[in-house]
């Protein structure tokens, strides 16, 4: 069977909370008892509120020195906020105040031990919230009820200066820009006199209109250049229409041609054949004469047998014919040269038309310079009126709209302490418990066992103490008997129709139970009608013959599987009805080799045929071959796992070699030892 692990349920996880249930509450209550404490201790803040109004008008974006004539009154809220709580202020609000600045102390214990301000402006209006923070109530009202007045003190003291700067700064540019605005006056007119007397939309028109004359004569150029085309082209077209009739031919032979350059190249060979006799046909010498053979042969191909003379007598028409060509080609050059004459004249008159172009160009630019000069010059002059009437207004700067308030207490509070001291203990609790286990290798319940496993929890069987009086004990032996009826019954449900001979009974190491969940299983399933055989399989550390008296360990199993003795004589009846038992007999050096032997098989399936049920009692799965070996020969593996004794790791390690084994491991029997009867 495949060992797979269940996925982690909120069941699960609700049995880890369950498990760690102290822990997690000592955490959440010193987290609680930590948040109590930390309310308790902290000392009290108190905070008293005031709202004042600031004239800061904001800048006109058309006035291009209004930000710079008012840099205090236009300065924006945010500024006017970090100048309430700058040093100078705060400082000389305290003293007024009486409230005591120790010296010697760093910035950071001076911001402790003094009033906290704080200045925000109001989003979309002129007004700034000014709260006062501080442990005495009456302080922080004083100091709210101050602080307006030093601002507005401030304020007063540096107005009237920084408007005089701003008037004199205005008066400067005033006279900067009355010279800015005289000199492209100035340049205008210059420029204006240094043109010709025309004026410029009069010599507009007149450019333009020789640029018309020109592209007109250029016209009727072309036009002129087309006709002394098509006139020459026709009359070389009566040229191509004389007939060929008026052309007399004659032929003549070349027979003397041809007859001297055969003689030559019958001279070439005979000289060749004269130094044929002296020299070999590769020497330099008849090379030569070769080449000058092909040469020789060459021409001859080349003469033709016949020569053509011609005999032209043309008409008087023709020459008459001729003498319109020359006049008709002359008239075309003619119309060439005009063309390229008009078309350079519009040249010429086109760029001075772009030229007067540029100058009215110019004379829009030093236009618009003059009127750009001349409405700033009336802006400075309009910044520098408002200056002289704001010098002399009595309007305030600063003005209180609300009183300092009565001071509230704004710290600690209950709500925020406690629901972090609740939310953080909760928080460790939960960390706590899944940390601690976690780090816990040990199985604590019957449940994790099962979800480790992956497999079905077959039952919780109760182990007997070893020290207990007698009659508890037989109380709990009759309370045991129902958890093992359990065990069978899920053991036979699991099975399903297939029958259910024989069955192992093993666990992870020594010390889960294992052999006292083989024993109560085999007391249980035993009944006079149903025979039952518990053999002890543990032939490293046997232990059922010490649970019953006057039961020998030899012979045994080995005994039996060595063929040393019969089966029958090898087991030994017990006190419980239909129950006998084989102890595990002789001492045996490798036990893995006996349960892999065939005298094995065969003495289990004897087992099976004189009883209904066999019950093995296995050694330890880990570190040991035994289990193992004997996997695959049993219908059913049981695991017992033992909660605080079982460790995870090795039950994981464990099912994981009976499965490679090929055994069939039908689920998990948790183990716990019963102190009353339920």
Aim: contains cysteine.
């Amino acid at each position: 069977m495949e060992i797979t692990s269940q996925p982690l349920t909120l069941r699960n996880l609700l049995d880890v909370f369950r498990r760690h249930w102290f822990g997690m509450s000592l955490v959440f209550i010193l987290c609680v008892s930590a948040g109590v404490v930390a309310y308790y201790v902290t000392p009290a803040v108190y905070r008293s509120r005031t709202m004042i109004l600031v004239d800061s008008p904001v800048a006109n974006v058309n006035d291009p020195v209004s930000e710079v004539t008012l840099p205090n009154l236009a300065t924006d809220l945010v500024t006017q906020s970090g100048v309430i709580q700058s040093e100078r202020i705060l400082y000389e609000t305290f003293r007024t105040a009486g409230v005591s600045i120790p010296e010697g102390l760093t910035p950071e214990l001076l911001q402790r031990l003094l009033p906290r301000v704080n200045a925000e402006p109001v989003p979309g209006t002129s007004i700034i919230d000014i709260s006062v923070d501080t442990g005495d109530p009456a302080t922080a009202m004083r100091v709210a009820q101050i602080i307006p007045e030093v601002y507005l003190s401030y304020q007063r003291s540096s107005r009237q200066a920084e408007v005089v700067k701003a008037m004199n700064f205005v008066e400067q540019r005033l006279k900067e820009q009355t010279d800015a605005y005289k000199k492209a006056q100035a340049d205008l007119n210059d420029f204006k006199k240094k043109r010709a007397l025309v004026p410029l939309e009069q010599e507009g028109q007149a450019r333009s209109m020789m640029v018309s004359e020109a592209q007109q004569l250029l016209v009727e150029a072309q036009a002129t250049l087309v006709g002394a085309k098509e006139r020459l082209a026709n009359l070389l077209k009566e040229l191509d229409k004389i007939p060929d009739s008026r052309r007399i031919a004659s032929r003549s032979a070349n027979m003397e041609m041809i007859e001297a350059q055969k003689s030559q190249i019958a001279q070439l060979n005979a000289k060749r054949e004269e130094l044929l006799k002296v020299y070999l046909p590769d020497r330099p010498e008849v090379l030569q004469v070769d080449a000058q053979i092909e040469v020789a042969m060459k021409r001859l191909t080349e003469i033709p047998k016949e020569a053509d003379t011609t005999t032209d007598t043309r008409p008087e028409s023709f020459f008459q014919l001729e003498q319109n060509i020359i006049s008709a080609r002359t008239d075309l050059k003619a119309a060439e040269a005009r063309e390229l004459e008009v078309r350079n004249w519009m040249s010429g008159l086109e760029r001075d038309l772009k030229t007067y172009n540029d100058i009215a160009l110019r004379q829009d630019e030093l236009e618009r310079t003059v009127e750009e000069n001349r409405v700033l010059l009336e802006s400075i002059t309009k910044a520098y009126e408002e200056l002289r009437l704001r010098q002399n207004s009595a309007r305030e700067p600063v003005s209180v709209l609300m009183q300092a308030s009565n001071p509230s207490k704004i710290a600690p509070q209950t709500t925020r302490p406690m629901g972090a001291a609740v939310l953080v203990g909760l928080f460790l609790a939960v960390a706590f418990a899944l940390l601690k286990d976690g780090l816990d290798e040990k199985v604590v319940s019957t449940s994790e066992a099962g979800h480790i496993a992956g497999l079905p929890l077959l039952g919780e069987a109760r182990i007997l103490p070893k020290r207990m009086p007698p009659r508890a004990a037989e109380k709990l032996r009759t309370a045991m008997r129902e958890s093992y009826r359990v065990l069978l019954f899920n053991l036979r449900y699991v099975s399903g129709e297939d029958p259910l001979r024989t069955v192992a009974v093993t666990a992870s190491r020594d010390g889960e139970n294992s052999s006292d969940v083989a024993f109560n299983l085999a007391a249980v399933a035993a009944t006079p009608e149903h025979r039952v055989i518990l053999v002890d399989a543990n032939l490293r550390s046997p232990s059922i013959h010490r649970r019953i008296d006057r039961l020998r360990e030899i012979p045994g199993l080995v005994d039996v599987v060595n063929g040393k003795a019969s089966l029958e004589e090898c087991l030994q009846d017990s006190a419980i009805p239909g129950l006998r038992i084989l102890t595990c007999g002789s001492p045996v050096e490798n036990p893995a080799d006996l349960f892999s032997s065939a005298g094995f098989e065969s003495a289990l399936r004897a087992m099976q045929d004189s009883s209904e049920m066999v019950v093995l009692d296995a050694a330890p799965t880990l570190d040991l071959a035994d289990v193992p070996a004997l996997a695959s020969s049993v219908d059913a593996l049981v695991y017992v796992a033992r909660p605080g004794t079982t460790r995870r790791p090795e039950l994981r390690r464990g099912l994981e070699t009976l499965r490679q084994a090929g055994g069939r491991v039908f689920g998990i029997v948790s183990t716990r030892q019963s102190k009353r009867v339920s």
